[in-house]
């Protein structure tokens, strides 16, 4: 049974830090890229940040220099720290996992809600 689990949103000021954490199970997690997006109410679903099997990262310039994405094979978990948020941060950050080695598996977890205000 496949699972990816979202933690550690919550409500946080302009400026600070969150560590969300996706805890997974089911697959075989260092064959898959992994990816955080976010959707904000009204809004598309967007990429946040994006890590491969192989450890290669990306990001949009709207997150580039304040969120970092990392992940623990040995764990099958996946990070994303995101400091100097600022409101328009806010949204629900979801996990994906897709597989390099069969084209079309993909996964989502439930999600959990980010909210930048003072």
């Known amino acids: 049974q496949v699972q990816l689990v979202e933690s550690g949103g919550g409500l946080v000021q302009p400026g600070g830090s969150l560590r969300l954490s996706c805890a997974t199970s089911g697959f075989t997690f260092s064959s898959y890229d992994m990816t955080w997006y976010r959707q904000a109410p009204g809004k598309e679903r967007e990429l946040v940040a994006i890590i491969t099997s192989g450890g290669n990262t990306g990001y949009p310039d709207s997150v580039k220099g304040r969120f970092t994405i990392s992940r623990d094979n040995a764990k099958n978990t996946v990070n994303l720290q995101m400091n100097s948020l600022k409101a328009e941060d806010t949204a629900v950050y979801y996990c994906?996992?897709?597989?390099?080695?069969?084209?079309?598996?993909?996964?989502w977890g439930q999600g959990t809600q980010v909210t930048v205000s003072s």
């Open positions: 994906n996992a897709r597989s390099t080695t069969q084209p079309g598996i993909m996964y």
